[in-house]
């Protein structure tokens, strides 16, 4: 049987299932569907069933994971340039680095709604170990299998504070929103933030399963957070690199290619870049985006400048209740 006859199968399951799910208007198409407590797109459930019933995961592979606007971007640079910097880089130069002509999204595949593209699973069987992935799946919805210590397979996970996550969001919802749907106001897309009716929410269930699963397997899972990342980029630059396998070498660091990796994937570097000031990233095979969404300000504490104090302190107060006993504070 051919994969994509074999898929046929879970394709006429998915078509039942999502008659069958709980429907809430969505922050950017028409609606968004609570599957297994995670509020998604139906092409992402799609892609969840895919990867439940599918996907061949390697010992290799290594998924960067988060909630929406952690840092994935960031994130995808910094390990693509990890990852790969022996093939595009000498130790002086990163002058040719396709993260110069691609925007990180490019260089990192979305896995939740690649999946489900055309011949997605046979391209994903044709790539080189060790695969990169980034998905902002729950935890929750990974199979067993691939979360098995002894499977070998990791994931990188990045969390923000929640009201920057809410500011950042609020905004990229504005530029990407249908317009076909009417706007979504500042005070209700609040609301639903804090009551976790949002894409890939609830925030704080997202947040906490990784952190469980990383307590529980520190080796398979690094648990990162963009604030200690935007303090000490260098710090982490060098953890990332250990955990997924390929340490920085002494040789390497006199020459300078932890600063170096900083550099290109920071910010300011990459905002200004002409292909993240006007390129696009092709999402699917229908729907591409413009890069330049993806960079906003990159600061820590501009909620500050959008919400209340009380609007704060509620975010706050949810997030305490939430985390008590987990050992997690943000
Ligand atoms: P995604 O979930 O759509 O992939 P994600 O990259 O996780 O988005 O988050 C976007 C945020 O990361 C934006 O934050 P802001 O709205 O508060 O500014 C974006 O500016 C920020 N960001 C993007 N690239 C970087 C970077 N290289 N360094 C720091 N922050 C970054």
């Not at 390929?246 to 290109?264: A, D, Q, R």
């Not at 002409?274 to 330049?292: L, P």
Request: aromatic share 14%.
């Amino acid at each position: 049987m051919s994969i994509e006859d074999d898929q046929e199968k879970t394709y006429k399951q998915f078509a039942q299932l999502i008659n069958e799910l709980p429907k809430a208007d969505g922050w950017f198409q028409q609606h968004m569907y609570l599957y297994k407590g995670q509020w998604l797109f139906p092409d992402v459930i799609l892609g969840a069933t895919l990867m439940q019933n599918h996907f061949k995961h390697r010992s290799a592979d290594i998924f960067l994971s988060s909630f929406v606007k952690s840092g994935t971007t960031w994130l995808k640079a910094l390990m693509f340039a990890i990852i790969n910097r022996s093939i595009f880089a000498d130790f002086s130069d990163f002058s040719d680095h396709p993260l110069l002509r691609q925007g990180p999204h490019s260089c990192v595949p979305a896995f939740d709604v690649y999946i489900s593209q055309d011949h997605a699973m046979t391209n994903m069987d044709l790539l080189p170990s060790p695969r990169l992935f980034a998905s902002h799946f729950a935890y929750s919805l990974f199979p067993s299998t691939f979360k098995d210590p002894s499977s070998g397979c990791k994931f990188v996970y990045v969390c923000r504070d929640p009201k920057d996550v809410f500011i950042s969001l609020f905004y990229f919802m504005k530029n990407t929103r249908s317009i076909e749907l009417p706007p979504l106001s500042f005070d209700k897309a609040f609301e639903l933030f804090c009551d976790g009716v949002l894409d890939s929410g609830p925030y704080w269930d997202h947040v906490l399963g990784f952190w469980k699963a990383s307590l529980e397997s520190p080796n398979k899972i690094l648990f990162l957070r963009y604030e200690e990342l935007k303090r000490e980029p260098q710090v982490h630059v060098k953890r990332l690199a250990e955990f997924m396998g390929v340490p920085i070498s002494i040789k390497e660091e006199e020459n300078g290619v932890v600063e170096k990796i900083v550099t290109l994937c920071s910010f300011e570097h990459l905002k200004n870049l002409e292909v993240n000031k006007t390129g696009m990233t092709q999402i699917t095979n229908k729907y591409a985006i413009s890069n330049h969404v993806f960079f906003r300000k990159g600061e820590i504490g501009d909620w500050k400048n959008h919400l209340t104090k009380e609007m704060g302190a509620k975010i706050d107060q949810i997030t305490q209740d939430k985390f008590t006993g987990s050992g997690l504070a943000l």
